[in-house]
């Protein structure tokens, strides 16, 4: 299996990472920009109420996906222990709130290793795009194996998403968007475990099968 594992230099890696997490930001820090230029413009003084709810709006999003990102794809704080499951909803609740995807949350542990609260953030990114029309993501787990599963209308499993997951490389190479899940089998297999992808009618199913926290 490793000898098919796609390489990736680590200056590689952290370019690509850094281009998803400016995908991701860069709508609601733009949406701010326009906002402070309509704040400016004193001839249109008739926008600036909607201005000032489009930078409430806008900073809202940018820190909420500032949080969510912080801990999926860096340390979120040196030090090793267990995230909360409380604080997990927390994160991906404010991430995609106002989104067509509804989070049902059925984990039976109260806590996370740091590691798996990661790799679970990463699985439920995968898990809304998977349901651009919008659906439900129930996130569950059998002892340590996490199981997510989206379903709605037209639900998706891209062909590069299934790939890379596995740790292969897309056929059109590494990009922003499908370094994300590359990232989210990386950390998989650096705990000794593994991160695949299904589709069934509607419904994609992701699961970590990785061994219990020391």
């Not at 098919?4 to 609601?28: Q, V, Y």
């Not at 795009?129 to 499993?157: E, F, H, K, Y």
Request: net charge negative; with cysteine; proline share 4%.
């Amino acid at each position: 299996m490793s000898a098919n594992i796609a390489k990736l230099t680590p200056s590689g890696l952290a370019a690509l990472l850094c281009a998803r997490i400016c995908h991701d930001l860069i709508s609601p820090v733009g949406a701010l920009s326009t906002a402070l230029e309509i704040l400016d413009d004193e001839s249109n003084v008739d926008m600036h109420a909607d201005a000032m709810d489009l930078v409430r709006n806008s900073s809202r999003q940018a820190n909420a996906k500032l949080k969510f990102l912080r801990l999926a794809f860096g340390a979120g704080g040196s030090a090793p222990g267990v995230i909360g499951v409380e604080e997990l909803q927390t994160l991906a609740g404010d991430m995609y709130a106002g989104g067509k995807a509804s989070l049902t949350w059925a984990l039976t542990d109260d806590g996370l290793d740091k590691n798996h609260a990661r790799i679970l953030l990463n699985l439920i990114m995968l898990a809304v795009q998977a349901i651009p029309r919008g659906g439900d993501v129930n996130i569950g787990q059998n002892g340590s194996t996490l199981v997510l599963t989206a379903t709605g209308p037209r639900a998706r499993l891209d062909a590069a998403v299934e790939r890379t997951l596995v740790g292969k490389a897309p056929e059109d190479g590494f990009d922003g968007r499908s370094i994300q899940p590359f990232y989210t089998g990386m950390m998989a297999r650096e705990l000794g475990g593994k991160a695949i992808a299904a589709i069934t009618d509607e419904t994609v199913t992701f699961t970590a099968d990785l061994p219990a926290a020391k």
